[in-house]
Structures are given as C-alpha cells and as structure tokens.
C-alpha cells in the first residue's frame, strides 16, 4: 500500500542491534503493527502500539512512535540469523465503518554470521 | 486448533480458466480477508468481510468475487483467469476489527 512506506530491504551483521523505519499517513489510525513473515510462510504479529503510546518495550523487541512525524520504527537488539525475515508495517485505516489493516511493502532483513 | 488453513497450496492454471481458492479458520473470528503478495508490492487486499453474509472491496478487487456463505469459510473466485493473477494468496482472519489477524500458510497460483 502506498499509504505505509519501509525501505526495502536492510542488511546487518549478527549481534547487532537493528533498526527498521516505517512511515504511515493515516493520523487517525488507532493502532500500528509490526508482522514478521519467515521464507515460504504467512505472516505473524510480532507487536503492536496504540496510538497513544510513545514507546513498546518486548525483551528483544523496541517499537518507537513519533505520532508528530507519522514514523514508526521496530528496533530488534542482539539481532540473531534467524531473525532473518520480511518485516511488514501496518496502520489501521478506517474503511467502510470498520478499521482495515493497510500493510507497507516490506523490508528484507538479512542478518550475517 | 488448525488456525486458517488454505486449499490448494499450489495451482497451475491456463488463461481463461476459473477457480476458486477456500479459507477455513476454527477460531470463530468475524473478520477475514484475501490478500496478493507480489514481490516488491507487499501484501495488497482484495476483498475483506467483516461477518457472514458480508462482504466488501479492497484496494485491488478487479477480477476477484468471493463469498462468505459460513462464517468460517472464506471463498476466492477468479471467473477468467489472466497471467497478471499469477502471485501468492493469502487469507487472514481476526477477531475484529483492531485484533490481531492470523495469516494462513499461502496458495502459489501461476497462470500461463
């Protein structure tokens, strides 16, 4: 969707802390949400953020919101081979009465020994 | 408890031919959604429904029809298929309509 921007793909070696970017348009969007999708697979929510929040800390996982700025990023720490994935940004968009999740195009993570 | 489940997982169609993807989710969720997955695009939503009986139009419904007859099934109709169809289908499904959505595993379609 073109409403979600990611860069696309991002390269880091292991032990490293990563950092995804994600930009959204939608200022009333309630919830933001951060999926990992693995080789050959669906995706999976890794986390969420309410719209009213500024930070989410998961162990591994930190998810930072700048509502001024519309920027959402995903942090992975000690980042490991097999956090090597697709990370997908999403925004609830309102549509039609109901609240669509509007996915961005998806940043590559690789991760080298 | 199997989630959302796909048939087929892989299909192989000639231009003009008509199938029909099935989703199926057992965890009694009001909200399911198609999605095309094409590479450097993201995931794109075709239709979506939010209950049975219901449904409605995503960012790319142009030569797609679905139907919602069950609540746990989710139906994806190509009538003529066409190359530009060729892609991987996801469904996904929620409890509603902020919640979490389970992804099923994807059906590999390719229309030569």
């Known amino acids: 969707g073109e409403d979600v921007e990611q860069s696309l793909f991002l390269s880091v070696r292991e032990g490293d802390s990563s950092v995804i970017n994600c930009t959204y348009t939608d200022s009333s969007s309630t919830y933001l949400y951060w999926y990992k999708q693995e080789p050959g697979a669906g995706l999976q929510l890794l986390t969420y953020?309410?719209?009213?929040?500024d930070m989410k800390q998961d162990q591994r996982l930190t998810v930072l919101l700048n509502k001024k700025d519309k920027h959402l990023s995903l942090r992975i720490a000690d980042t490991q081979t097999g956090d090597s994935a697709i990370y997908f940004c999403a925004e609830s968009m309102a549509s039609g009465g109901s609240y669509i999740p509007t996915f961005g195009r998806g940043t590559s993570l690789i991760v080298h020994p | 408890n199997a989630g959302v489940t796909q048939t087929p997982k892989f299909r192989v169609l000639k231009t003009g031919q008509s199938m029909t993807l099935l989703c199926a989710q057992d965890m009694n969720h009001e909200y399911m959604y198609w999605y095309r997955q094409d590479p450097g695009m993201g995931l794109r939503l075709i239709h979506y429904s939010v209950g049975e009986g219901t449904t409605a139009k995503g960012e790319v419904p142009d030569g797609y029809n679905v139907s919602r007859l069950k609540k746990q099934n989710f139906l994806l109709g190509l009538e003529s298929a066409a190359p530009s169809q060729t892609s991987v289908y996801f469904c996904?499904?929620?409890?509603?309509?902020?919640?979490?959505?389970?992804f099923g595993p994807g059906t590999r379609l390719t229309v030569t």
């Open positions: 953020i309410f719209s009213n929040m």
């Open positions: 996904a499904s929620s409890y509603g309509t902020y919640n979490e959505q389970y």
